[in-house]
């Protein structure tokens, strides 16, 4: 008998037509769709997978990681092609690699990234309609860079997560909030320990409350300090946020990003 080994997959996929990353009795997820091309190409009725960040419906990956055990001995390459070749169009494997039974896509994660990319234009999105937020009004970057530097930190985000949310403890470490412009599209990045749910929406929804001159910069320690979903801006838009990847030690030896992490704007 064959002994198991474990695989890790990295994962890019256009969040739109998808009722989100975590398999649902529709079979419209991303991991539906994941699992079973896993099974198709192991010869099995479905393969079950763990990942490294849930994403909502609508929100896209360019590195979602999961992990599997397998008794089949397949290359990276195989492991790749083999499912890609089961796979709707807009959902690809980007990397495979075997990884020792220690590791665990979720909890061996030191950190996790999202970018958020948003049009900054009179005219709504079009080609890009789903891939981009949109911001009708002129933004302010100093403003918004001074509001986000509050947030950086460990902080109670409960004014930030959404009401369903299941996370223990509604601490987060924020490593890094970074807003750069590019011509008419603006791309937010964020990195923390981890996330809550909706928290990078309700920070967006903040963020441009202030670029917008609606509310100063010092109003986000207001909406920190009030630890309540109320104080905060309205959840915003789901189509330009991007699930970026997670990042795990370098002994694990994986990859930190996959090609589509340069092109966003």
């Known amino acids: 008998m064959s002994s198991q080994v474990r695989v890790a997959l990295g994962i890019s996929y256009n969040g739109q037509p998808y009722e989100g990353w975590q398999s649902q009795l529709s079979g419209k997820t ?24 849930r994403t909502d419906a609508g929100v896209h990956g360019l590195m979602q990681v999961v992990h599997f055990d397998t ?7 195989a492991w790749i092609r083999g499912t890609n070749s089961f796979l709707p169009k807009d959902i690809a494997v980007q990397w495979a690699q075997v990884v020792p039974s220690s590791f665990h896509c979720r909890a ?22 789903g891939r981009v937020g949109w911001s009708f009004n002129p933004l302010d970057m100093d403003a918004m860079r001074q509001a986000a530097a509050y947030l950086v930190g460990e902080h109670d985000f409960t004014s930030f997560r959404a009401s369903a949310c299941q996370a223990l403890s509604p601490i987060k470490q924020v490593m890094r909030i970074d807003i750069q412009r590019r011509g008419a599209y603006w791309r937010f990045e964020f990195e923390a320990n981890s996330f809550l749910h909706h928290m990078i929406r ?26 309540s979903r109320d104080a905060a801006a309205p959840t915003f838009s789901p189509d330009g946020l991007y699930f970026l990847g997670p990042r795990y030690a370098d002994h694990w030896g994986l990859p930190d990003r996959t090609p589509a992490y340069d092109v966003l704007p």
């Not at 008794?71 to 390459?77: F, I």
């Not at 030191?110 to 890009?128: F, K, N």
């Not at 309700?202 to 009030?226: E, R, T, Y």
């Open 108 to 129: 061996s994660a030191t950190s996790r990234r999202y970018a958020y990319v948003l049009l900054e234009s009179p005219v709504r999105p079009s080609v890009d309609a």
């Open 71 to 77: 008794e089949l001995d397949r290359t990276p390459y």
């Open 202 to 227: 309700n920070i967006m929804g903040c963020l441009l409350a202030v670029g917008q001159g609606k509310q100063s910069p010092a109003w986000v320690l207001d909406v920190l300090a009030a630890k």
């Open 30 to 53: 991303v991991q539906d769709h994941l699992e079973k091309s896993l099974g198709k190409f192991c010869d099995r009725d479905r393969v079950t997978t763990l990942c490294a960040g």
